[in-house]
């Protein structure tokens, strides 16, 4: 090699590296121009990208890679810019020449791009037919036998997804329930049908990850997201992607709510036809995601729980030595099939029955013994009991436990205890707030699907079995969290436990067992509520029972025989709430002086206790006293009234009159909140300057004129009774204005209710019962014009000189009486020919029940014949019993639009029964010689005949 060749060998690097610094500025033009070349030709293949997706198909993977490598690019050159800009083409020549360096190789980045670009056909066709099915069949559980719950809940959310206004819809329930197994079915349904583009399955679970459901969206849309994308950029590829594409996503395991917008999902609407389905422990997630339709997933029924036991178990059930304590094993999963199975999996093979019998012994104590019973059913159950806000719900859900197995729990009773334990509900300033703010509690712990609505009604709740398994595990000795509970409720006990099972628990429980003494003195340093209720053979308590026990504050021993309380009961210097309500046996309570921290006393209903307890007035922290339904003589009203604390009042009993002169100091009592009482008469009651300021305080009463064993109503919270009043006295129309139930009771006085009509504005129920003097309910000739206008119960019975319900024509044009009235209830009133005039139909448009009843003289319901266009547009159910001159609704014929149940008996003359739109679901009466009635009646046409013939439920009529 010669000397030229030796320089140039070394100048041509040399000279490179000189360009880095010499050359910038001509470099960087260079790059700016080039890469929005680039940037445009990327524009052009993405938007051939996009408009292929929609018709089914995807991105080639070169394709993907070279755009990503570009918006790689983009982002490093970008970069560049800014740090020259930053720098203004620095004067530092060690960063000058490192960012000369950058930018060729940048501009030799872009040079392969674009030999790339033009490399031979691979660009040619940017999008192919996709490789994967828009619905990926998915593994399910699903039970073989017959699973008609599962059924009706899949058929139900299928529904849904195919009617074009459900666009969200949310399918909640209880962990283990078989939410996710019945989203799988669904989603395979899908397979053969082709109603979607595509199906996106996201399991969300209890971490919500934003950026991992974007992933796994853009998964299943062949979307590969660069490593330096961020949320707002896949957001932006997502949405521009699913905007033209009928989707149906179903997000699985949700535990909080989100943002659609903030993923980049397109919400669902009629127009774009997608759906999205979740599945979650909280009804509170649905709301929040707006979801149009929510359904609840229940539990299984009992045959559909034994079907799936046996399948999971095999054929060990069948041996007639195991199948019976195999059905009690089973009973005790209480529906759920995540226990069923976990349960009959341990079962299967075991032939022995004392393994089964150790099994149900286990199930029965709430003890994880049987494998797998821990770690695949307490522990994900535990997961929404984790997800409780704060330790205060946590302990009230704990709390629900201390009840028995499918203990109907009044929800009133239980949070008024909570209200009175330390460290429940705090920062209350009344029992009405704690109250309040205890039901909110339970609504949290309901939206977890923690507890569910009583049988009964919305006034009382449940704990699914396994939920209170899980609790007593919880709080069970082993437990390393919460409080500890001995839980013996309803197990039949004769014995109470042994005495050294108390110590160190905080809650016990041995409500509902045959316990009849307790002869013991348990050390129980830590105890704070003791419930012995309901143990109705109880009958003496050991001396020194209550003596080692210094912080009971809740003791409940209603429902029990005890004769007498022992004197170690006044040394519970913490007792916040004594229960001795129903104690049959119960003559007498020792003083409760020394018992200053007593907050809550219950007496009612103990009806042999006649002696006022001593040392009342002493009970300085009172709130609560209920001595209703008692034999108690001499009641010291006075002393009662001079309560400071006291916010509840009941006396209400035929020995608790209290006259009205006594009954006015009770306006001193400056924080009543509620009261019950039984007034003997009104004189000086309603003479206080204060009363009506006073009485319109309170926010819940019950006032009886004259005693009346009457219920409080269940629907109204302040209600006057008025029973056996020859003469009303003066001052009740003043009173009755305050009330949103009226009752009358053989009152001879009431002739109409004309003198009360103008204070009974607010009157939301009504019912008038054995008043013979009754003749006539509302004369619309005394009324005013918004007389009953928030009146939604009507209950008229045994009035048998009842000619007009309303009487004096049709309601003036203005008036807006009744425009609120529900459910119409009228029971043997013989002298009523009929109840409305065609004329007043027009305010009932509101009516949704209509039942008559043993009105023996009835004609016709409605007199006249010229009914307004739609009447009774919401009557859903109406009843006609023992109307034997009953010949017709209306002489006008006319169609209930909205009549969904109609029970007809023992209405011979009624030749043409009503007429009714294909919204009936229900036809039920006992008609005497069916079949001889049956071809006796008229109709209107064959059709309505076929149509009754078909829905009719009474006996047989053929």
């Known amino acids: 090699m010669d000397l030229w060749e030796i320089i140039l060998f070394f100048w041509a690097p040399i000279s490179q590296h000189i360009g880095y610094f010499k050359d910038l500025n001509n470099n960087v033009e260079t790059l700016k121009r080039k890469t929005k070349k680039l940037k445009r030709k990327h524009d052009e293949i993405q938007a051939e990208v996009d408009d292929a997706i929609p ?116 399918v909640y329930g209880m962990g283990g329930i078989g939410k996710t197994t019945l989203m799988k079915a669904i989603n395979n349904k899908f397979i053969r ?359 009971l504050q809740i003791l409940d021993l209603s429902d029990t025989g005890i004769k007498s309380l022992p004197m170690s009961l006044l040394q519970l210097v913490n007792l916040r709430v004594l229960i001795l309500s129903s104690c049959r046996g119960l003559v007498e309570v020792p003083p409760l002086g020394k018992l200053k921290e007593l907050q809550i006393l219950d007496l009612s209903q103990s009806r042999r206790i006649k002696n006022f307890p001593q040392g009342i007035e002493s009970l300085v922290k009172l709130k609560r ?50 009261l019950s009482i039984s007034v003997s008469n009104l004189n000086g009651f309603i003479a206080h300057d204060m009363f009506h300021q006073w009485f319109s305080g309170l926010t819940s009463f019950h006032v009886q004129v004259n005693y009346i064993h009457f219920a409080p109503d269940s629907l109204s919270n302040k209600q006057i009774s008025i029973g056996e009043c020859d003469k009303f006295p003066c001052g009740i129309e003043g009173l009755t204005k305050h009330a949103f139930s009226l009752y009358f009771y053989k009152s001879k006085g009431l002739t109409s209710l004309s003198k009360f009509q103008s204070n009974l504005k607010s009157l939301k129920h009504l019912r008038v019962i054995e008043c013979s003097g009754v003749a006539c309910i509302i004369d619309w000739r005394e009324v005013g014009d918004d007389a009953f206008q928030c009146l939604q119960r009507l209950g008229l019975y045994h009035l048998l000189n009842l000619e007009k319900v309303f009487d004096g024509g049709a309601p003036p044009p203005l008036n807006t009486s009744l425009q609120n009235l529900r459910i119409i209830r009228v029971i043997n009133c013989e002298k009523l020919r009929s109840l409305f005039s065609s004329s007043m139909v027009e305010q009932l448009h509101q009516l949704e029940k209509l039942d008559i009843s043993f009105c023996i003289q009835m004609k016709e319901i409605i007199e006249g014949d010229k009914l307004p266009h739609n009447s009774f547009p919401k ?25 969904e149940e109609i029970h007809v008996s023992w209405c011979r003359m009624l030749k043409k029964l009503p007429l009714f739109s294909s919204s009936i679901h229900e036809i039920k009466g006992e008609i005497e010689n069916n079949r001889e009635y049956w071809e006796g009646l008229e109709w209107e046409d064959e059709k309505a005949k076929s149509l009754y013939t078909r829905i009719y439920k009474g006996p047989s009529l053929f």
Not at 626 to 655: F, K, Q, V
Not at 894 to 899: A, K, N, P
Request: proline share 4%.
């Open 625 to 674: 006293l209920d001595i209703s339904e008692t034999s108690l003589t001499a009641i010291p009203y006075t002393m009662i009234y001079g309560l400071p604390s006291l916010e509840e009042l009941r006396t209400m009993g035929r020995n608790g009159h209290v006259d009205g002169a006594t009954f006015s100091e009770a306006v001193n009592m400056k924080r009543l909140r509620s």
């Open 875 to 899: 009557l859903r159910f109406l009843k006609l019993d023992r109307l034997p001159r009953l010949e017709s609704i209306c002489s006008q014929r006319f169609i209930f639009i909205s009549l």
């Open 193 to 551: 049908t082709g109603h979607f583009n595509i199906v996106i399955w996201v399991t969300v679970s209890k971490d919500l990850n934003l950026g991992l459901i974007q992933e796994h969206i853009g998964k299943k849309l062949d979307i590969r997201f660069g490593d330096n994308e961020d949320m707002a950029e896949k957001r932006d590829r997502l949405f521009t992607r699913l905007k033209n594409v009928r989707y149906l996503l179903i997000l699985d395991d949700l535990w909080e709510a989100f943002s659609l917008d903030q993923v980049g999902i397109p919400k669902p609407d009629k127009q774009n036809r997608c759906k999205i389905t979740i599945t979650t422990r909280f009804i509170n997630v649905c709301n929040e995601m707006d979801a149009h339709k929510k359904i609840k997933v229940r539990t299984l029924t009992h045959e559909e729980a034994w079907n799936l036991f046996c399948e999971r178990c095999g054929d060990v059930v069948i041996s007639p030595e195991i199948r019976q304590v195999a059905g009690k094993v089973a009973e005790e999963c209480s529906g759920l099939p995540l226990a069923i199975k976990t349960v009959g999996r341990a079962m299967h093979g075991k032939y022995k029955k004392e393994v089964w019998e150790n099994a149900l012994r286990a199930l029965k104590g709430s003890s994880p013994e049987v494998p797998g019973m821990e770690r695949q059913v307490f522990l994900p159950l535990k997961l929404s009991y984790d997800s409780l806000e704060n330790e205060e719900i946590k302990s009230c859900f704990l709390y629900c436990s201390l009840f028995p197995e499918d203990y109907e729990i009044p929800i009133d009773w239980l949070v008024r205890y909570w209200a009175m334990e330390e460290g429940f509900i705090k920062n209350v300033n009344n029992l009405e707030e704690a109250s309040n703010k205890g039901h909110d509690i339970l609504e949290r712990i309901m939206d977890a699907c923690l507890l569910e609505q009583g049988y009964e009604g919305n006034e009382n709740i449940r704990m699914h079995d396994l939920l209170r398994d899980l609790a007593i595990w919880i709080t069970s000795p082993s437990s390393i969290e919460g409080s500890k509970f001995l839980v013996k409720a309803g197990e039949g006990l004769v014995q109470p436990p042994e005495e050294n099972m108390w110590r160190g628990v905080v809650r016990i429980s041995l409500m509902r067992n045959k316990i009849k003494h307790l002869d013991i003195t348990p050390d129980c340093p830590n105890l704070i509520s003791l419930f012995l209720n309901e143990n109705d053979q109880l009958r003496t308590i050991h001396s020194n029972f209550f003596e080692l026990m210094p912080k």
């Open 55 to 170: 018709v089914g198909k995807r991105q080639k993977a070169l394709v993907e890679n070279w755009l990503t490598e570009v918006r790689n690019t983009e982002n490093q050159v970008d970069s560049i810019r800014l740090e020259l800009a930053l720098r203004r083409i620095c004067t530092d020549h060690s960063s000058r020449y490192t960012l000369g360096k950058r930018v060729v190789e940048k501009l030799e980045d872009i040079k392969k791009l674009n030999k790339k670009l033009k490399a031979k056909g691979v660009f040619d066709k940017v999008a192919e037919s996709p490789r994967r099915p828009t619905v990926l069949e998915m593994q399910t559980s699903l039970p073989r036998v017959q699973q008609s719950t599962a059924e009706e809940t899949m058929e139900e959310i299928w529904q849904c997804l195919r009617d074009e206004e459900n666009g969200i819809i949310g």
